[in-house]
């Protein structure tokens, strides 16, 4: 009964190569996102779509390119990997509380990528 | 754009001494902040959060923190650790006027308990 899912846990891929992380919310959330974890633990949103419509897109290079086919899955697929991208990517999940502004967010437990 | 600055990078104690995490945050007419908390390898959980109301909010472990609007801080302290608090701490705020969906963190606190 995990409220955020990923897989796979651990991704060890050779540069330039394409790959997919997928992510499942089973908590009825309408909001989901990705950041990105640097060696140094330095946590970034990347993406975050709200029914399935991006409402946040970072910085990020066009080489990620998130995609949602429900609500409750959102999946983040990488062209070209760089050795840059090796990171801990993690999903997260939020709903707006009722009466108030705030999102509280569930993280899911990351996606290790390593590129080599 | 909101910032928020974690001062330490590492804090060591010994068990059941006390610890303070400092946060600081770039001002805001109103902000909700949080602490995350990372165990060894895991995902992000979420420790405590302000949002209104009372300035001191606590954890069901025993942790608290106490925003100051003033001094634009939301520091994490704990009276008595243990050694199952080791773990990388988060700070992390939302601004409900730029879209309070979008957390931005500071870069993390390690605290390590010794024996």
């Known amino acids: 009964d995990t409220a955020v899912s990923q897989t796979p846990k651990y991704l060890v891929t050779q540069m330039g190569n394409d790959k997919s992380i997928k992510c499942e919310q089973n908590l009825g959330h309408d909001t989901m996102y990705w950041y990105k974890q640097d060696s140094k633990k330095f946590l970034k949103i990347m993406f975050s779509?709200?029914?399935?419509?991006?409402?946040i897109n970072e910085t990020v290079p066009n080489r990620f390119s998130p995609k949602s086919p429900d609500k409750a899955h959102l999946n983040l697929h990488i062209n070209s990997l760089e050795l840059g991208d090796s990171a801990v990517y993690f999903c997260?999940?939020?709903?707006?509380?009722?009466?108030?502004?705030?999102?509280?967010?569930?993280f899911g437990p990351g996606t290790r990528l390593t590129v080599t | 754009a909101q910032s928020v600055t974690q001062l330490d990078s590492q804090v060591p104690v010994f068990e059941e001494a006390p610890v303070e995490l400092r946060c600081n945050y770039s001002?805001?007419?109103?902000?909700?902040l949080f602490w995350y908390v990372q165990y060894p390898n895991q995902g992000l959980q979420l420790l405590l959060k302000?949002?209104?109301?009372?300035?001191l909010v606590e954890s069901i472990n025993g942790f608290e923190a106490e925003f100051n609007k003033s001094q634009t801080s939301f520091h994490l302290r704990k009276p008595s650790v243990h050694i199952s608090d080791t773990a990388e701490y988060f700070c992390a705020v939302s601004d409900p006027g730029q879209g309070a969906q979008k957390l931005v963190f500071g870069q993390g606190t390690r605290l390590t308990i010794n024996p």
């Open positions: 302000y949002l209104s109301g009372s300035t």
């Open positions: 779509y709200n029914n399935k419509e991006l409402i």
């Open positions: 997260a999940s939020s709903q707006k509380r009722p009466g108030t502004g705030v999102y509280e967010q569930y």
């Open positions: 001002s805001s007419v109103s902000v909700y």
